[in-house]
């Protein structure tokens, strides 16, 4: 079974910094698909960026990028010029692609970020 | 995203109530969801359904008892229920083959057992 870790149960980063948040995951499988959702204070989670595990090529959606080790399984998280509405908790999670039943998510517990203004 | 709806958005409920949560998607997904997420808690997973059958049971008490008409609609719901089930119940909906897309969720029940 795939496990998803994200080590930092709590992150802090000042307004306009940017910040890393860090998820390992394990798995046997050579194809699958990783996410980052975001949490806020709302309680709705929104899909912030999706990484497909056979692009070498990390994910970038504006202001959020990906680093994307395969060979290290990690997929580390990079918010840039942070703002005050990026404070959230944020989870990592892993879908495999080999379809059958195979086709929920596993989320790692989460971090939370905190934006110090 | 607002893809995913549920109702009620918030529901204070006795112990010996009965009441049902709603969850609707109009994103065309074949694959629905319901999670549960306690204060300091993981997601956790309680049931998935794929074309409207029940594919996974994550050992979830049988005073949740979930429904699921049509690939669209899904409901849980609720029956002497405990203090402890008191969180967030999240809906999710995703299509279950070309996954690059991931799941979309709605904004959540909150839901207080007293």
């Known amino acids: 079974a795939q496990t998803v870790t994200q080590s930092q149960p709590e992150m802090s980063v000042q307004e306009a910094e940017t910040v890393t948040l860090s998820c390992t995951y394990d798995t046997s499988e050579s194809d699958y698909y990783l996410f980052w959702y975001k949490q806020p204070p709302s309680r709705q989670m929104i899909l912030v960026i999706r990484q497909e595990a056979y692009k070498q090529q990390n994910a970038t959606e504006n202001r959020f990028s990906v680093n994307f080790q395969k060979a290290a399984k990690s997929f580390s998280l990079k918010i840039s010029d942070s703002q005050l509405g990026d404070a959230a908790m944020y989870f990592c999670?892993?879908?495999?692609?080999?379809?059958?039943?195979?086709?929920?998510?596993?989320f790692g517990k989460g971090t939370l970020l905190t934006v110090n203004p | 995203e607002t893809g995913v709806t549920q109702t009620p958005r918030h529901l204070v409920m006795g112990m010996t109530n009965k009441k049902s949560l709603k969850c609707e998607q109009h994103?065309?997904?074949?694959?629905m969801y319901w999670y549960k997420q306690s204060a300091k808690k993981p997601l956790e997973l309680m049931f998935v359904y794929n074309f409207k059958e029940q594919t996974e049971n994550n050992s979830v008490p049988s005073r949740f008892s979930p429904e699921c008409p049509n690939s669209s609609h899904l409901f849980l719901h609720l029956h002497t229920l405990q203090p402890e089930d008191s969180a967030l119940y999240l809906c999710?909906?995703?299509?279950?083959?070309?996954?690059?897309?991931?799941?979309?969720f709605g904004p959540g029940t909150r839901l207080t057992v007293l």
């Open positions: 994103l065309g997904h074949n694959a």
């Open positions: 999670a892993y879908r495999s692609a080999s379809g059958g039943s195979n086709y929920k998510l596993t």
């Open positions: 999710a909906s995703s299509q279950t083959s070309g996954g690059a897309l991931g799941q979309f």
